[in-house]
């Protein structure tokens, strides 16, 4: 999968799961996304992977403002690939989710390939104290929470970007959604290479054992052949065990502050660049290298960053 054993490093830095409450290290104002974004691109993430937030309560904000905030600072400032979320958060619409791709145009885009039950709430029974009274409740509405991603919406993202030549993190929480990715793809909605952004441990989804990885890549593998690049990300204490598998089986991988607060067995990670230099210590002691964002950018095949609007 990796190319001359090149591994794809990509960065979340901090998403729409984890609330501020959670670590005083996850990102919420533009200036601390932006450092953490070049932060993670300096330790040697190829790409990173885009959420924005209100910087005053840190709840998720998919409004082009907030984006526009951090966008040209990180692209000034590092030549990582810039990956914008479409997923915003579960209780969004999908045009609302789909604005700030629309808008600046991004090398890539994430896009998840299928609806699911995505459950927060057992976060409830780890953090107890909260600062914001959005937090706590977004958490326990999760219990009645189903994340929309019907063909319409998939479609729907898919033309919406298709003409800017944005490419997709294609985010696969099952086996369903890589036979949903497959329908795409034989309807020439999408083409290769499809970057297949393998997803573990999230309840709803797959869960974090070896056998559940080799499980989604060996139906990857039949249905997509050659045509597809295979990345890993873990949630929570499962990122780097499931991101040393995938790595040694030829995948490229995700970490970063939106899929685990950790740097270790009860102590928090204090910024996205240490979970990146940890992966790549894996990586390297496979014998592997960690792919430039150049190199990550011909893998993909991806427009450049010239040719993004922001």
């Given at each position: ?8 490093i990509?960065c ?8 501020p409450s ?7 104002t533009a ?7 070049i ?5 040697g993430?190829?790409i ?29 400032a ?5 990956n ?11 045009q ?18 299928g609806?699911?039950n ?6 409830l ?20 929470l ?12 898919l ?12 985010e696969c ?7 949903n ?8 909605l ?21 056998e559940d990885?080799?499980?989604?890549k ?12 295979w ?9 780097l ?42 990586i390297?002691g ?8 150049e ?8 427009k ?7």
């Amino acid at each position: 999968m990796a190319s001359s054993g090149k591994v794809i490093i990509t960065c979340a830095v901090t998403g729409a799961i984890h609330t501020p409450s959670m670590s005083p290290y996850l990102p919420v104002t533009a200036d601390e996304i932006a450092e953490a974004a070049i932060g993670a691109a300096e330790a040697g993430a190829a790409i990173v992977h885009l959420h924005a937030r209100d910087e005053n309560t840190g709840r998720p904000d998919q409004s082009p403002e907030a984006f526009a905030r951090f966008l040209p600072r990180i692209k000034q400032a590092t030549k990582a690939v810039v990956n914008l979320t479409t997923g915003g958060a579960p209780y969004m619409t999908v045009q609302e989710r789909v604005k700030p791709a629309e808008v600046f145009k991004p090398e890539v885009a994430s896009l998840n390939m299928g609806s699911m039950n995505f459950g927060l709430f057992p976060m409830l029974d780890r953090f107890k104290s909260f600062k914001h009274d959005w937090e706590a409740q977004a958490l326990e509405n999760s219990r009645d929470l189903v994340f929309r991603n019907t063909y319409k919406d998939i479609e729907f993202v898919l033309r919406t970007l298709g003409d800017a030549g944005t490419r997709f993190e294609f985010e696969c929480y099952d086996t369903a959604h890589l036979y949903n990715l497959a329908h795409f793809l034989d309807r020439g909605l999408v083409k290769p290479p499809l970057f297949v952004q393998t997803v573990f441990g999230i309840l709803g989804g797959i869960g974090p054992h070896p056998e559940d990885v080799l499980h989604m890549k060996r139906t990857a593998d039949r249905l997509f052949g050659k045509s597809y690049k295979w990345s890993v990300l873990g949630a929570g204490r499962n990122q780097l065990a499931i991101a040393a598998q995938a790595a040694a089986m030829g995948g490229n991988v995700r970490v970063g502050l939106e899929d685990s607060l950790w740097g270790g067995p009860g102590r928090l990670a204090t910024s996205n660049a240490e979970q990146v230099r940890a992966v790549r210590q894996i990586i390297e002691g496979l014998g592997l290298s960690v792919a430039s964002p150049e190199e990550a950018r011909e893998i993909l095949e991806l427009k450049g960053g010239d040719r993004v609007s922001f």
